[in-house]
């Protein structure tokens, strides 16, 4: 603010307005670690309201109680509320005779209002600390019950943060809380009831980890899905105490952190520099202590492990085939052979997790359509050679719905308004492409979808986009996201096929050449 006289002025534009007393400014926004000038930051008061993972793990345990066990939750709040106005009732009564103390003029004894309102303080003093005893009992007792659901709370603030930080690794992988929220309660809505809480819980742990990843997966690159699963499992099981956060470390970084010159010699010239390292870095480890002296000792079956095709699929030499689990396999494969990594790694996916995760989600166009409403946009991270405008086509003709796309770029703003504002009222689908040519004009867009009122129920707005550093952080916290890349791998190519077809054409035909020629056409599709 600008002093002048005994007023204070801002500056807005080329003017110089009046400040009226009482005026406060709000300025929020959705970036998880804004840099401001220190200019800014010495003349603002600059709150975090980022969510802990202690923090949301107590607003999730809430929420699970409030719909698991609601009168829990009921009385646990009016035991709060109870417990404040009890101290509230203290606290007036001790200014009352604070206040009669200091203002009574002469012998207190001789005083009799006040010999009154001494008792009566001390009477309610009596039964406010007995009121707040049984309270604090009673807190005990919900606080006991609420605990047991407490796994499923725990477990919801791990995926959660796990998928925040899959914005770092590409910048349109942005997630909000309440997109998140939304994924937590339908799974408590939609997992498998149980009279036994154990039971329950475990349900709900189950269907909330794996809709969860289904949810993040879709909107991921192929080149990244193996990665946020690895992710979860190690996350998971890091929670679960199996995965020490030393062997994450070594996972992570192997011997990238140390010099060769500082480490033992190496025990035969085969071995290459960076693998040594590894192996030095992993004897570390009380399981692979001794790994350095055993494998001179038995350097020729070593050597024909690590030369083997495969060698997460071969047998161990010194006895590790039978001692090591998935996981330190795992660290095994990556201090030797960093490029079959990924092929041990879906093995410890897929046992510790089960198949489905290491299988990976297929698209599901109509399963994303019947998930999104007419107030959620689709948007689609375009790569080379992948563009869903056929799919979304196809769908919308299946649907009998109305279709219109509009390449974005200089000057279509006026098309892209009139399409949204007639399909809004009469029903179909929107389709943008490119939108990464229109940055400036997807606030408007998405301030169309979000605040038009009487939209028809059939309206769908669908977006597709390249990666762009500043592609707008509300829209894509707004929008479901997907990918539409051919997946990696022969099975996930077929299954992507067959996922296409329907009932209907495989049984088109009763010759029994029609099925295996299908499968011969889908397997050159996958493979070609």
Known sequence: FIKSGSTLKVKVGDKEVDVMKGFVLYITTKLPNPSYTPEISARTSIINFTVTMKGLEDQLLGRVILTEKQELEAERVALMEDVTQNKRKMKELEDNLLHRLTTTKGS?????????????????????TQKLLVASETEKKINEAREEFRPVASRGSVLYFLIVEMSLVNVMYQTSLQQFLGVFDISMARSAKSPIASKRISNIIEYLT??????????????????????????????????????????????????????????????????????????????FSEILTQIPRND????????????????????????????RKLLLVRAWAPDRTAAQAKKYIAETMGKKYAEGVILDMEAMW????????????????????????????????????????????????????????????????????????????LNTVLQTENVHDTFRLWVTTEVHLKFPINFLQSSIKYTCEPPEGVKAGLRRTFTNISQEQLEISNLPQWKPMLYTVAFIHTTV
């Not at 005083?111 to 309610?124: A, N, Q």
């Open 370 to 445: 019947e998930e999104s409403n007419l107030r959620v946009p689709m948007i689609c991270f375009l790569s080379l050679g992948s563009d869903p405008t056929n799919a979304i086509e196809q769908l919308a003709k299946k649907k009998e719905l109305e279709f219109r796309a509009i390449s974005m770029g200089q000057g279509q703003e006026v098309h892209a308004r009139s399409a949204m504002q007639k399909h809004q009222s009469q029903g179909g689908w929107v389709l943008l492409q490119n939108c990464h040519l229109c940055l400036d004009f997807l606030e408007e867009v």
């Open 300 to 327: 020729k079956a070593w050597r024909m492990w690590y030369d083997s095709e495969a060698p997460e699929d071969s047998p161990v030499p010194d006895g590790y085939n039978n001692s090591l689990d998935t996981f």
């Open 210 to 287: 794996f809709e969860s990843f289904k949810y993040t997966a879709r909107g991921l690159y192929e080149s990244h899905k193996l990665l946020f699963t690895l992710l979860l499992t190690l996350k998971i099981d890091m929670q679960s105490g199996h995965v020490k956060h030393k062997e994450f470390q070594t996972l992570i970084k192997g011997g990238a952190a140390l010099d060769l010159n500082t480490c033992p010699p190496k025990s035969s010239k085969w071995i290459t520099d960076m693998t040594w390292l590894n192996l030095v870095e992993l004897s570390k480890l009380p399981q």
């Open 108 to 128: 207190l004894v001789d005083d009799e209002s006040l010999i009154i309102v001494l008792g009566t303080t001390k009477k309610t003093s009596q039964e406010v």
